[in-house]
């Protein structure tokens, strides 16, 4: 983590007022501005934890406010061993933007929290980074879900990390989610969420990442070539430059003639294809996964139109439509084809033409990426449906 003091802005900034503020400090306005009284109830922090009171986060300060990020704390049970304990009533932020830290630090909190969910490495982003799945359910019926393959989509993240947040929570209390029984659902499907495919370009855009580091300038000097695209609101590849829904291996070379055609011939912000299929990293992660779980469905999450799409070239496997109607249904969205410039190379796509199976790409919500934080709970509204259908046989 970053080491911050007085007259540092950013991100970390906004991350450490948050957390100050779960600790029951009054950092002031969380704006991501480290002014007085940040520093002072940084310093209320530390003194009452003994750790020297110098206003600084540091490494030592950061391990300090960890239980804030996971929102459990632990104590010692009779047997010595550590036991979680929760200290805020959910785990998935609401109102703060995502990155790689905060992800990993939410489905800690959520195996914390709901023992029964499992969490595993995928892969690695180009920057190193781990992506991870996370897992629930008993039941035959296989469903894969992704998010944020595109960097600018980034809300993706937190609204099926709240859907999987709510399932768990519905089925420790006997409850439903999206009116159906959360023990039906766990009896009856296995759900794998991969909530972030694209961590370092999710840091890029929401400024995890920042001037300086060399991941973000490697990105901002190929986007200099595409003058037209916002920096790095705009943002939608990898930190290569490598656009990720435009590299699995269903009509890549179609792909990659129509985007060179449109002027998209060299690494950028969005819709270069690269060099051969499964060149990155993040979709190589994925593309195993689905491989070894042979989803019987699986839905890729990206934003905006309010479209559901379901078929590739055309062709879709059984009952590929009426699941698609069952969506549209329960979130108001609209069936749709895709136009054919966007028909090829994505993750749907490929899981239809190689595995023969239900995908679906869903647009969620309207506007202009990035979707803005206060869109997350109306989103969730329009999608919890969505998401219980998925696991409904
Ligand atoms: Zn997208």
Redesign the pocket.
């Known amino acids: 983590m970053q080491t911050l003091r007085f007259g540092d802005k950013g991100l970390f900034v906004q991350y450490l007022q948050t957390a100050l503020l779960r600790a029951g400090e009054e950092p002031g306005e969380i704006d991501g501005i480290f002014g007085r009284r940040t520093e002072n109830a940084l310093m209320r922090f530390q003194d009452a934890r003994g750790i020297r009171a110098d206003g600084i986060a540091d490494r030592l300060t950061w391990a300090s406010l960890y239980p804030y990020f996971v929102g459990s704390t632990f104590r010692a049970n009779g047997a010595g061993e550590p036991v979680a304990v929760p200290l805020d009533p959910g785990v998935v932020f609401t109102d703060l933007p995502y990155s790689s830290f905060l992800t990993a630090c939410v489905l800690e909190g959520l195996t914390l929290r709901y023992p029964f969910l499992a969490k595993f490495p995928i892969g690695r982003s180009v920057s190193g980074r781990r992506i991870e799945a996370i897992r629930i359910g008993a039941g035959a019926l296989r469903v894969g879900i992704n998010a944020a393959?595109?960097a600018n989509?980034w809300i993706t993240t937190p609204l099926t990390l709240l859907f999987l947040e709510r399932y768990a929570k519905a089925l420790s209390e006997n409850g439903a989610i999206g009116g159906v029984s959360a023990r039906t659902l766990y009896e009856r499907s296995t759900l794998t969420l991969v909530p972030l495919v694209n961590p370092d370009g999710v840091d890029l855009v929401t400024g995890a990442l920042s001037e300086g580091d060399s991941f973000y300038e490697s990105a901002r000097a190929l986007s200099a070539f595409y003058p037209g695209i916002p920096f790095p609101s705009g943002w939608?590849a990898n930190i290569s430059g490598v656009d990720l829904?435009l590299g699995y291996p269903a009509g890549w070379e179609n792909a990659r003639a129509i985007k060179f055609a449109q002027g998209f011939t060299r690494p950028g912000p969005r819709d270069y294809v690269g060099t051969r299929p499964l060149e990155a990293p993040e979709d190589r992660a994925v593309y195993d996964l689905t491989n070894r779980e042979r989803f019987d469905r699986a839905l890729a999450y990206?934003?905006q139109g309010g479209e559901i799409y379901w078929e590739y070239r055309g062709y879709a496997p059984q009952g590929s439509y009426a699941l698609a109607q069952r969506f549209a249904a329960a979130s108001g969205y609209a069936v749709a084809n895709v136009p054919y410039d966007s028909g090829f190379a994505g993750y749907k796509d490929w899981v239809i033409d190689a595995l023969r199976a239900n995908a679906f790409t869903v647009e969620a919500g309207r506007g202009t990426n990035p979707l803005p934080l206060s869109d997350l709970e109306s989103l969730y509204a329009e999608n919890e449906g969505i998401f219980a259908a998925a696991l409904t046989p």
């Open positions: 393959h595109h989509e939608k829904n990206h934003t």
